[in-house]
């Protein structure tokens, strides 16, 4: 599961916390990235042998920032720090890429190139950011990875202007925004809001941004 956040103020309890909430939706990977002045701070942690909290308890006490998105998975380190035309972005992915082996063959074609993982195997989440820089907006390059992915990906990305959020196009999984009187976040799960003192606004629809 994925959390974002998005202040006029240092977010980063908010943030954690959120992310938190999602522990039950992934157990072996769990990363955070937040957008200050000048850059972004990201730490990414194996939860294979202890909870969340416990991995970024320390972290967060060198993080600040007013945006930023965690996520809990089970398979691929997230939150990934591009460089691209489109800018310098954090993203987070959610879902399965059931084309990832046709898309990576379509990539090579083009001469793109990817960071391997450990295993030989491709990360999805840079195969997907791979999929929005080709195009010249982070809109239009969403949209062209919700278009070409086949299964169901729900998306974050944090870049300089705030966060966008897509939701899968066939609508797996929830993608729920929220506010607060100086805050905005978004979330997989309504259960994360309400101690951290976010009303439910909307959720969004299918293939939504």
């Known amino acids: 599961g994925f959390f974002g956040v998005a202040s006029r103020e240092d977010r980063v309890a908010d943030l954690f916390y959120g992310t938190d909430y999602h522990s039950h939706l992934g157990t072996r990977r769990g990363g955070l990235a937040v957008r200050r002045r000048g850059g972004y701070t990201r730490f990414i942690h194996d939860l294979t042998n202890s909870q969340f909290w416990s991995k970024f308890d320390h ?72 999929l929005i820089n080709r195009e010249s907006t982070f809109e239009a390059g969403l949209k062209r990875a919700q278009n070409q992915i086949e299964g169901s990906c729900s998306i974050l990305i944090l870049t300089e202007s705030g966060i966008y959020a897509a939701r899968d196009r066939v609508g797996r999984t929830p993608v729920i925004l929220g506010a607060k009187e100086d805050a905005f976040a978004v979330t997989m799960e309504t259960t994360a809001f309400p101690n951290l003192g976010f009303e439910t606004t909307r959720f969004l629809g299918p293939g939504e941004i």
């Open 59 to 130: 972290d967060i006490t060198r993080m600040r920032g007013r945006s930023g998105i965690g996520v809990i998975s089970d398979l691929d380190d997230q939150p990934l720090l591009i460089g691209s035309g489109l800018g310098t972005y954090a993203i987070v992915t959610v879902g399965r890429v059931a084309n990832a082996a046709a898309l990576k063959r379509r990539a090579f074609r083009e001469r793109a190139h990817f960071s391997e993982m450990g295993d030989g195997e491709l990360n999805p989440t840079e195969l997907v950011a791979s």
